[in-house]
């Protein structure tokens, strides 16, 4: 997720990261929800769309650890990556983080956080909850 370019789709986006909101944007025609940001939605073609906070809460939906990485991020494995399900109803990838002694599996139930990637980005990232 690093190495994406602000565009007019996403800068709202990264702009909630910067602000520790996780935003998504809302299809007012067929209103589901859609993750990642575009200008058209993937459900109904329609362009009416409007951007919205997600809570930040959601399960995985699926996961797997990471033993080799790029180079770039090599002193972090093993980590884990995770497509995430949120409450809104759009599914992101991210990276489960701070779980020590928790068990990481699908339908495991996890929360935003938001931290500075390995490049001083602001990033979300989930933690594990009960
Ligand atoms: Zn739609």
Redesign the pocket.
Known sequence: MSDELPDPDSSHYWEGISNSELRYQL?N??K?SIFYPRSI?P????NDISWQVSSGLGEIYACSTIYRAPPKYKDKVPYIVALIDLNEGFRMMSEIIDFEGQVVSVGKRVQVTFRDDIDGKPTPYFTTID
């Open positions: 299809c025609s067929c589901k939605c459900t109904c073609g329609g």
